[in-house]
Nanobody, 126 residues
Framework: QVQLVESGGGLVQAGGSLRLSCAAS????????MGWFRQATGKEREFVAG????????RYADSVKGRGSISRDNAKNTLLLQMNSLKPEDTANYYC???????????????????WGQGTQVTVSS
């Protein structure tokens, strides 16, 4: 079973950048599509970005297209999310998640992901 631990969150000014990391334990990280989601206070969890098992296919929410970049290093069991040009509306708790059940699709629905980290808080000040 894979365990996920996020890091890299913090307080940043609008226009700044952050790189979030997700360290995965276990030997099967490369077998799973991975995603980043976020949840702001009082709002539902929303998809941010996803990446296929190989890393060749990525998907982004419209809200972060052009500003976010998801990547993975299967040799290091690490998932990354680079976020640039941050906006106050990017403030949220960010979660990495693994989809262990879907073989080929790259899902954007949180219900498809069955393993979750504890989250890392990102706060963007205006």
């Amino acid at each position: 079973q894979v365990q996920l631990v996020e890091s890299g969150g913090g307080l940043v000014q609008a226009g700044g950048s952050l790189r979030l990391s997700c360290a995965a334990s276990g030997r099967t990280f490369s077998s799973y599509a991975m995603g980043w989601f976020r949840q702001a206070t009082g709002k539902e969890r929303e998809f941010v970005a996803g990446i296929s098992r190989s890393g060749l296919i990525t998907r982004y929410a419209d809200s972060v297209k052009g500003r976010g970049s998801i990547s993975r290093d299967n040799a290091k069991n690490t998932l990354l999310l680079q976020m640039n040009s941050l906006k106050p509306e990017d403030t949220a708790n960010y979660y990495c998640a693994a989809d262990t059940r879907t073989l080929y699709a790259l899902n954007t629905n949180a219900n498809a992901y069955d393993l979750w980290g504890q989250g890392t808080q990102v706060t963007v000040s205006s």
